[in-house]
């Protein structure tokens, strides 16, 4: 639930519980103010009626009654309510009397005095009225200010929200915070300035620990592979070589890995900027010939339709794009299964045979994703083309169906 | 031929200097910027491999250092930072190739040949194995002037092996230079075998002489003293 609706939310039910519970405060001490005022004036009628009695003066007026009654009805006074008939309303109505008896000599005598409840339930309801009025008006308003105060002082927060969820530590943009003249926005925004200049120092110290980290590993590797090189000329056994061999293909393993890890490393921090029209028309002409006899020695078919197509783009990463992207069709492709290449001007679409992949395809450009059957591979290379399409604002999608594993790259217009 | 070769790692130094020696090069070592600087200076070389990244300064100094001189030498960058901004800096002082870490020394024997060979103007188009005429000016191999029908990459195998001669070449090395280490080299060695045992045949059609020896599934051999 939004904040802004949830305190609005809690302001209305505050108001409003607030407003019944005057309201039928304000109306029971009304009924009791003005029940006890009516009373005390019945009092004073009756008293008076009785004063007049004793002067021998019976009168009958409306709604003033004085009659003799059993010598044994007990003396006091009795208040009640009652109903009359209003002929000229023509309904009844309710009355509130009061009913005295006293002694006047030795006969008892009872008076009655009625007085109209002055339309209690019309009082009730414009007090209703009233009250419903007072309460829709204040929370109306209270809600109203609330919105848009709460608005205003919370446009800068929500600003900033988007700014923090558009921020991105890789991205070199500064994170921008609106300014707020509320001290807990400052704050906040304090913080968050320092949180992001802090996680954007921890990324960089780590992007560039990559970088260099798998430069380092370039020289020790290069010391390795030529020593085994220098090993491999000895005279040796069978199984001495096998051993060598085992090393060779570990360290070559390893190379690779590295090397691919750079690439990515780079990527990460942009390096890539010598942006051009590319030919890849030729860029893919050329690295399929040169795979042509690694195809051919999988005995897979080749489908060429190519196009002419340029696209603007780092030429390495272009032709490190088009070589991942073959070398997984020739890896992923069974013997004599097929490969499908086609480029057009916007597309470029790369599909081969195979069996359905054994993970999940929304990982497939995961780094370190790879198929059980090819453990020996990096599991970078569609991470690496991944990047490099992220990169030039191109769009690599993949997919499987019928069989084939396709691959489309979408070059922006 | 006096190669200079720059490279701080002294394993590594001393493995160019012991296979570029085995290959008919006279070598001198320089393992920090200023021994470079001193030798570039006194002596004339006819290659350099250079290391970038070297104690006391950076190889892309010393091209610089070069060219006020007015030496002409080829230059062969070593590096271990596959960095395109370094590659296109050397090319642009002067370099005339790159290769980076880690590198097979059959590759780098063979750069330095090709360097070489683009640097002499009357320099030798052919290699002759016995009968055997490799040209690379046309890239066609002759044996005894009858020609013989090699693919592209046949013709590159065989050349490899020639520069490469009495050395065991792993099919790392050989696959790394048929088809660039783009791919993934251990899928690849199949191919390799193929490409190998066509070649042979191919040859054997010519001569009795099996050059190429098989070596415990490590690599081959070309042979020929």
Same mark, same amino acid.
């Given at each position: 639930?939004?904040?802004?609706?949830?305190?609005?939310?809690?302001?209305?039910?505050?108001?409003?519980?607030?407003?019944?519970?005057?309201?039928?405060?304000?109306?029971?001490?009304?009924?009791?103010?003005?029940?006890?005022?009516?009373?005390?004036?019945?009092?004073?009628?009756?008293?008076?009626?009785?004063?007049?009695?004793?002067?021998?003066?019976?009168?009958?007026?409306?709604?003033?009654?004085?009659?003799?009654?059993?010598?044994?009805?007990?003396?006091?006074?009795?208040?009640?309510?009652?109903?009359?008939?209003?002929?000229?309303?023509?309904?009844?109505?309710?009355?509130?009397?009061?009913?005295?008896?006293?002694?006047?000599?030795?006969?008892?005598?009872?008076?009655?005095?009625?007085?109209?409840?002055?339309?209690?339930?019309?009082?009730?309801?414009?007090?209703?009225?009233?009250?419903?009025?007072?309460?829709?008006?204040?929370?109306?308003?209270?809600?109203?200010?609330?919105?848009?105060?709460?608005?205003?002082?919370?446009?800068?927060?929500?600003?900033?929200?988007?700014?923090?969820?558009?921020? #991105?530590?890789? !991205?070199?943009?500064? %994170?921008?915070?609106?300014?707020? +003249?509320?001290?807990?926005?400052?704050? $906040?925004? @304090? /913080?968050?300035?320092?949180?992001?200049?802090?996680?954007?120092?921890?990324?960089?110290?780590?992007?560039?620990?990559?970088?260099?980290?798998?430069?380092?590993?370039?020289?020790?590797?290069?010391?390795?592979?030529?020593?085994?090189?220098?090993?491999?000329?000895?005279?040796?056994?069978?199984?001495?070589?096998?051993?060598?061999?085992?090393?060779?293909?570990?360290?070559?393993?390893?190379?690779?890995?590295?090397?691919?890890?750079?690439?990515?490393?780079?990527?990460?921090?942009?390096?890539?900027?010598?942006?051009?029209?590319?030919?890849?028309?030729?860029?893919?002409?050329?690295?399929?010939?040169?795979?042509?006899?690694?195809?051919?020695?999988?005995?897979?078919?080749?489908?060429?339709?190519?196009?002419?197509? #340029?696209?603007? !783009?780092?030429?390495? %990463?272009?032709?490190?794009?088009? +070589?991942?992207?073959?070398?997984?069709? $020739?890896? @992923? /492709?069974?013997?004599?299964?097929?490969?499908?290449?086609?480029?057009?001007?916007?597309?470029?679409?790369?599909?081969?045979?195979?069996?359905?992949?054994?993970?999940?395809?929304?990982?497939?450009?995961?780094?370190?994703?790879?198929?059980?059957?090819?453990?020996?591979?990096?599991?970078?290379?569609?991470?690496?083309?991944?990047?490099?399409?992220?990169?030039?604002?191109?769009?690599?999608?993949?997919?499987?169906?019928?069989?084939?594993?396709?691959?489309?790259?979408?070059?922006?217009? | 031929?006096?190669?200079?070769?720059?490279?701080?790692?002294?394993?590594?130094?001393?493995?160019?200097?012991?296979?570029?020696?085995?290959?008919?090069?006279?070598?001198?070592?320089?393992?920090?910027?200023?021994?470079?600087?001193?030798?570039?200076?006194?002596?004339?070389?006819?290659?350099?491999?250079?290391?970038?990244?070297?104690?006391?300064?950076?190889?892309?100094?010393?091209?610089?250092?070069?060219?006020?001189?007015?030496?002409?030498?080829?230059?062969?960058?070593?590096?271990?930072?596959?960095?395109?901004?370094?590659?296109?800096?050397?090319?642009?002082?002067?370099?005339?190739?790159?290769?980076?870490?880690?590198?097979?020394?059959?590759?780098?024997?063979?750069?330095?040949?090709?360097?070489?060979?683009?640097?002499?103007?009357?320099?030798?188009?052919?290699?002759?194995?016995?009968?055997?005429?490799?040209?690379?000016?046309?890239?066609?191999?002759?044996?005894?002037?009858?020609?013989?029908?090699?693919?592209?990459?046949?013709?590159?195998?065989?050349?490899?092996?020639?520069?490469?001669?009495?050395?065991?070449?792993?099919?790392?090395?050989?696959?790394?230079?048929?088809?660039?280490?783009?791919?993934?080299?251990?899928?690849?060695?199949?191919?390799?075998?193929?490409?190998?045992?066509?070649?042979?045949?191919?040859?054997?059609?010519?001569?009795?002489?099996?050059?190429?020896?098989?070596?415990?599934?490590?690599?081959?051999?070309?042979?020929?003293?």
């Amino acid at each position: 639930m939004k904040l802004l609706y949830k305190t609005t939310r809690d302001y209305l039910i505050a108001s409003v519980s607030i407003l019944i519970f005057t309201g039928v405060a304000l109306f029971m001490i009304l009924q009791k103010a003005i029940g006890d005022e009516m009373n005390e004036q019945l009092e004073l009628q009756a008293d008076e009626i009785f004063a007049n009695a004793r002067a021998g003066n019976f009168m009958d007026a409306p709604l003033i009654r004085i009659v003799k009654v059993a010598p044994e009805t007990p003396t006091g006074i009795v208040f009640g309510d009652s109903l009359l008939y209003d002929r000229i309303q023509n309904e009844y109505e309710e009355y509130h009397y009061i009913r005295e008896t006293q002694k006047i000599g030795q006969d008892r005598y009872q008076a009655i005095v009625m007085t109209s409840h002055i339309g209690w339930d019309q009082y009730y309801l414009t007090i209703f009225y009233i009250f419903l009025l007072t309460a829709f008006l204040l929370t109306g308003s209270g809600v109203l200010i609330n919105y848009f105060s709460n608005k205003k002082i919370w446009t800068p927060f929500f600003k900033n929200l988007k700014n923090v969820q558009n921020f #991105s530590v890789s !991205s070199p943009a500064e %994170l921008q915070l609106y300014e707020s +003249s509320i001290n807990e926005f400052k704050e $906040l925004n @304090y /913080t968050l300035e320092d949180l992001t200049k802090r996680s954007r120092r921890e990324y960089l110290a780590l992007r560039e620990f990559t970088e260099n980290a798998s430069h380092e590993i370039q020289t020790p590797l290069s010391i390795i592979q030529s020593k085994l090189d220098r090993m491999s000329q000895l005279e040796m056994s069978e199984q001495m070589a096998g051993y060598i061999v085992q090393a060779k293909s570990g360290v070559d393993r390893l190379a690779k890995m590295n090397k691919s890890l750079l690439l990515l490393a780079k990527l990460d921090n942009n390096i890539f900027v010598d942006k051009q029209q590319v030919a890849l028309h030729e860029i893919l002409e050329f690295q399929i010939r040169n795979m042509e006899d690694l195809f051919d020695s999988k005995k897979i078919i080749l489908n060429e339709d190519i196009g002419t197509s #340029s696209a603007f !783009s780092d030429k390495y %990463l272009a032709d490190t794009l088009i +070589s991942n992207l073959l070398s997984n069709a $020739l890896r @992923y /492709t069974p013997v004599e299964g097929e490969v499908k290449i086609t480029l057009t001007q916007q597309t470029l679409s790369i599909s081969n045979t195979g069996s359905a992949p054994d993970f999940p395809t929304e990982q497939i450009f995961q780094r370190f994703t790879k198929s059980q059957l090819h453990v020996t591979s990096t599991g970078l290379g569609l991470a690496i083309s991944k990047e490099i399409c992220l990169m030039n604002s191109w769009d690599l999608t993949y997919q499987f169906e019928y069989g084939w594993h396709s691959f489309l790259v979408k070059f922006s217009s | 031929m006096k190669l200079l070769l720059v490279e701080d790692e002294p394993l590594l130094l001393d493995e160019m200097d012991s296979y570029l020696t085995e290959q008919g090069y006279r070598c001198e070592k320089a393992s920090n910027f200023y021994e470079a600087q001193e030798k570039l200076h006194l002596y004339q070389y006819d290659i350099i491999v250079l290391d970038i990244t070297l104690p006391g300064g950076s190889g892309l100094a010393l091209l610089e250092t070069l060219k006020t001189e007015n030496k002409n030498p080829g230059v062969l960058i070593v590096s271990a930072k596959n960095s395109l901004h370094d590659k296109v800096s050397g090319l642009e002082l002067g370099a005339d190739d790159y290769i980076t870490k880690p590198f097979h020394m059959e590759e780098l024997n063979a750069r330095i040949f090709a360097l070489l060979r683009r640097r002499s103007f009357d320099g030798e188009n052919e290699i002759t194995v016995d009968d055997l005429v490799i040209n690379m000016a046309s890239k066609t191999v002759c044996f005894k002037d009858e020609p013989v029908g090699l693919t592209k990459k046949e013709y590159e195998l065989l050349l490899y092996f020639a520069i490469n001669k009495n050395r065991v070449v792993s099919r790392q090395s050989i696959a790394e230079h048929l088809w660039g280490d783009h791919y993934d080299v251990a899928d690849n060695y199949d191919t390799v075998y193929v490409h190998i045992n066509t070649l042979r045949k191919k040859l054997a059609a010519y001569t009795p002489n099996d050059y190429i020896k098989t070596v415990h599934g490590m690599g081959y051999k070309w042979k020929y003293e």
